[in-house]
């Protein structure tokens, strides 16, 4: 079998995975910018909004930032996987970038 892997054919998000006679490209995890492998542990860089913990990209809680990052009135910080964002607390809704009372 030719290792067709040793020439890296696969786009930057993805690795390769060589098989007997022919390979194949697979995707990396969201957590990773470039990987050797499957799973976060095996990312080359941790993409934006994630960090290196213990060999693995894992996601970085902006809501527990001691920086607030959601500092309109009336609204709460949501996490999200790489990110977070910003919602009306409960009994507001959002008016025109403002949360006001419902």
Known sequence: DL????TS???????????DGSFSCKACDASCVGCTGEGSDKCETC????VKEDEKCTDIDECNLPEKVCVKENQDCVNTSGSYKCVCSEGF??????????
Do not use: F, I, R, W
């Open 3 to 6: 290792d067709e892997c040793a």
């Open 9 to 19: 054919p696969c786009k930057d998000h993805q690795y390769c995975l060589n098989t």
């Open 47 to 50: 993409a934006s909004g994630y």
């Open 93 to 102: 809704e959002d008016k025109d970038g403002t949360c006001v009372q419902t």
